[in-house]
């Protein structure tokens, strides 16, 4: 596979569940983020993973927990959620740097969530 | 807090008419880049703007970049259906941190 995956592409979960979404990235890049997309706030930057180190965390609630395991891959876990919450997640890797060897953000298609 | 201001947040206009979106932005930054995203699509990067006076074009988009102003603009030309979709600009205000205006979503009718 090729640029940036991510799974599952729909979730419908309950306030109590606990899930994960998974992103994956072939780029060879050196960073990873999450972004919400809402239709109140089209797209806020959540987190920010550069060489597997967390370098932003917008003021994210702690019921969303990122982990970076490696350059590669990226999950979002979530806990307890608010029906407010539902909204398009995408994943997004770039090769973050000074001068030519940075790049623009590559997106994947995106987890729609539904907090039921 | 760096603010991203897109212009207008929605455009609607008949095929063969030209416009220009606005992006204006508060912080200083030496790049800029706009996406693309259709509904229910992901977003596509359309430009990568690296400069103080860079201009790009694709088709009949046309991209500028006024690092001094903060302001970007995107230029429409003889517009078809084809164009409709969502356009983001985002300033890369750091190497790792890529914050997105407001979204203008453009609609071109026959």
């Known amino acids: 596979e090729t640029g940036v995956t991510q799974t599952p592409r729909h979730l419908v979960m309950g306030m109590t569940n606990k899930k994960s979404l998974k992103c994956e990235q072939h780029?060879?890049?050196?960073?990873m983020y999450w972004y919400k997309q809402s239709a109140k706030k089209p797209l806020e930057l959540m987190f920010v993973?550069?060489?597997?180190?967390?370098?932003e965390n917008n003021s994210v609630p702690s019921r969303f927990s990122p982990e970076c395991p490696n350059s590669s891959h990226l999950f979002l876990h979530l806990h307890t959620l608010q029906p407010e919450d539902s909204a398009l997640y995408l994943c997004?890797?770039?090769?973050?740097?000074?001068?030519?060897?940075?790049?623009?953000?590559?997106f994947g298609q995106g987890t729609r969530l539904t907090v039921v | 807090e760096l603010k991203v201001e897109q212009n207008p947040l929605f455009l609607s206009m008949q095929e063969g008419k030209n416009y220009t979106i606005y992006c204006n932005y508060s912080?200083?930054?030496?790049?800029l880049y706009w996406y693309r995203q259709d509904p229910g699509k992901s977003l596509e990067s359309l430009f990568v703007?690296?400069?103080?006076?860079a201009v790009k074009q694709e088709g009949r988009l046309m991209a500028s970049l006024d690092t001094k102003a903060r302001l970007s603009t995107l230029h429409i030309t003889a517009a078809v259906h084809d164009l409709s979709a969502t356009y983001f600009c985002?300033?890369?205000?750091?190497?790792?941190?890529?914050?997105f205006g407001t979204g203008t979503r453009l609609q071109v009718f026959p």
């Open positions: 997004a890797s770039s090769q973050a740097g000074t001068g030519p060897v940075r790049t623009e953000a590559f």
């Open positions: 780029l060879g890049h050196n960073a």
């Open positions: 993973y550069n060489f597997k180190e967390q370098t």
């Open positions: 912080t200083t930054s030496d790049r």
């Open positions: 703007l690296l400069s103080n006076g």
């Open positions: 985002a300033p890369g205000i750091s190497s790792d941190k890529l914050i």
